[in-house]
């Protein structure tokens, strides 16, 4: 098991820029992949941006050229660098470790993830 801890939500004015980390710790795996996923109020969860143990990454097309994920495999810290803010990316994200191998087309797909934080809210004021 990993547990996960996200920081660095707040509010902020559309057009800004937020810092998200995600520190893991009590490893019994080492993960395979990790990601950062976010769900609104009165919508499904949905996959951001996602990151194998190779450094392979993916993105939702709604945050391609704006969101940066990145780890620091030495400080066992998942990031994700959120640029040019929009109020529809107002939501709780979460970010999630799994263990399993699979293919990097599955990389946002939440039912591969076995482990997942608590989540930091991020508000995007208009």
């Known amino acids: 098991q990993v547990t996960l801890v996200e920081s660095g939500g707040s509010t902020v004015q559309a057009g800004g820029s937020l810092s998200l980390s995600c520190a893991a710790s009590?490893?019994?795996?080492?993960?395979?992949?990790m990601g950062w996923f976010r769900q609104a109020p009165g919508k499904e969860r949905e996959g951001v941006a996602a990151i194998d143990i190779d450094g392979s990454t993916v993105y939702a097309d709604s945050v391609k050229g704006r969101f940066t994920i990145s780890q620091d495999i030495a400080k066992n810290t998942l990031y994700l660098q959120m640029n040019s803010l929009k109020p529809e990316d107002t939501a709780m994200y979460y970010c999630a470790a799994d263990p399993v191998s699979r293919p990097n087309s599955t990389l946002l797909r939440g039912w591969r993830y076995v482990d997942w934080g608590q989540g930091t809210q991020v508000t995007v004021a208009s």
């Open positions: 009590v490893y019994t795996y080492t993960p395979v992949g």
